[in-house]
């Protein structure tokens, strides 16, 4: 019965943003082509493809495709940050030919930027749609918005304190010409009216926001598909589900469906801040199935919902700092949400604790393993998750067993991790809960 709901539900999304997609949003695209290594010019076609996006977002269209080849962007002038304001479809991981992808390992395709003085801080790839009118000056509304296969890294985004990258510093410093660290997720999307958005195959990592790495907000009548990302080394939420619909209309409210993720190491705001740290955030108006995800080292839990309507099958929470899933205030481990959660649907099955390898490079693991916390009561009166510790987390990378420290500093805090450090970790799944490497994916 339960499947049978589901899918008139989105039997019912569909035919809404069939029939609600307006002029604007109905536009038929076209296919853009990007070559950091072979680009120039503004044609954007797969002969003579563009340098970067972000010099050609002024010609983007609605329902345009862009397809990213390997290499390296920083946007138009270096500034660190692409802002799209059409529903558009992107499509990274491909070879110089747009012949294969292989965005996490042969051809990735990797959004960066730099810490210089007064370049932009705000999300690294940011689309936002729900501003746009039509002709009449009536809100566009319908089709659909893809990021697929982009790695995004804000590692050099960061200020860094003594430029040792080991903690971030969220001001900036006038003297030394550097910017605060872009409190800002790395993929942010807003999404029109009946407008359906899904991120899949992406790596988000060393962000700094109060909101998601990965944040996606759909209004009415729209879904969101977030699937087989790895979100590492971020602060805030790893992956966050936000809804710009009140009320309860089973055929307004949105629908996201959240499977196969990875979500690892997700900090705090700040070293005194009792707010992130969670691997999975939801706002409280929408419907979300929950599964197969990997939700571990939360500094504060793995998931924390406002209220919404989950079901939650098989997924895994380890290493979480004070619980595994709060639901408003209400903090509790992994063999305790069936029996105490208010909002979760019955049928919810199969979700598990337990201790994980997690084969990130030793460099990285080291600092982490050994950083300081600052501990304030308010923060450290909840939930005690089972799997978690100190010894524990050294075992988890392999490293020698001893204590952590606790201490009123913060000389480690979102320490930056590299690429090639981090992907071995999101490779594959744990007895099929995370994600695992999107070989030659398809668009």
Not at 91 to 106: E, H, I, L, Q
Not at 214 to 243: H, M, P
Not at 406 to 412: G, K, P, Q, S, W
């Amino acid at each position: 019965m339960k499947n049978i709901v589901q899918l008139s539900i989105f039997v019912l999304i569909a035919i809404a943003n069939a029939q609600n997609t307006s002029p604007n949003f109905a536009n038929e695209g076209r296919d853009w082509y990007i070559s950091k290594n072979t680009g120039s010019g503004q044609m954007g076609t797969k002969e003579r493809p563009a340098k970067d996006i972000g010099n050609i977002i002024h010609h983007l269209k609605p329902n345009d495709r862009i397809h990213i080849a390997e290499g390296v962007y920083m946007s138009k002038g270096s500034r660190g940050a692409d802002e799209i304001n059409v529903p558009v479809k992107i499509y990274g991981g491909y070879d110089t030919s747009f012949t294969t992808r292989d965005p996490w390992d042969a051809h990735k395709t990797i959004f960066t930027g730099t810490n210089e003085y007064m370049k932009s801080t705000d999300a690294r790839i940011y689309i936002r749609t729900d501003q746009q009118r039509e002709s009449n000056g009536q809100k566009s509304t319908g089709s659909e918005i893809v990021v697929d296969g982009i790695i995004v890294d804000n590692g050099s985004r960061n200020r860094y304190h003594e430029d040792k990258n080991l903690a971030i510093r969220r001001t900036a410093s006038p003297k030394s010409k550097q910017n605060p660290s872009p409190e800002s997720g790395g993929i942010v999307i807003v999404a029109s009216n009946f407008t359906n958005v899904t991120v899949q195959n992406c790596v988000v990592m060393n962000t700094a926001p109060t909101e998601g790495a990965i944040s996606v907000r759909v209004f009415q009548g729209g879904k969101g598909l977030i699937q087989n990302n790895f979100c590492i080394n971020n602060t805030g939420y790893g992956i966050q589900a936000r809804t710009g619909y009140v009320g309860s209309d089973p055929s307004k409210i949105p629908v996201f469906t959240i499977r196969n993720n990875t979500v690892l190491f997700t900090w705090k705001h700040d070293a005194i801040a009792s707010y992130g740290g969670d691997a999975l955030a939801f706002d409280k108006d929408l419907v979300a199935t929950v599964a197969n995800n990997a939700l571990g080292y939360g500094h504060m839990g793995g998931i924390y919902s406002k209220g919404a309507k989950l079901t939650l099958t098989n997924n895994l929470f380890t290493g979480n700092g004070k619980y595994d899933y709060r639901e408003i205030n209400d903090k509790m481990a992994v063999a305790d949400i069936l029996d105490e959660a208010m909002y979760l649907d019955p049928n919810s099955d199969g979700n598990q604790g337990f201790l994980i390898k997690i084969p990130v490079a030793e460099r990285w693991a080291e600092i982490y393993a050994n950083r300081k916390e600052i501990s304030r009561a308010e923060v450290d009166a909840a939930v005690t998750v089972p799997n978690t510790g100190a010894n524990q987390l050294r075992s988890i990378f392999g490293l020698n067993v001893q204590g952590t420290d606790v201490a009123m500093d913060a000389e480690i805090f979102l320490p930056l991790i590299t690429v090639d450090e981090a992907l071995p970790a999101g490779l594959h799944p744990w007895n099929g809960m995370g994600c695992s490497i999107p070989k030659q994916a398809s668009n």
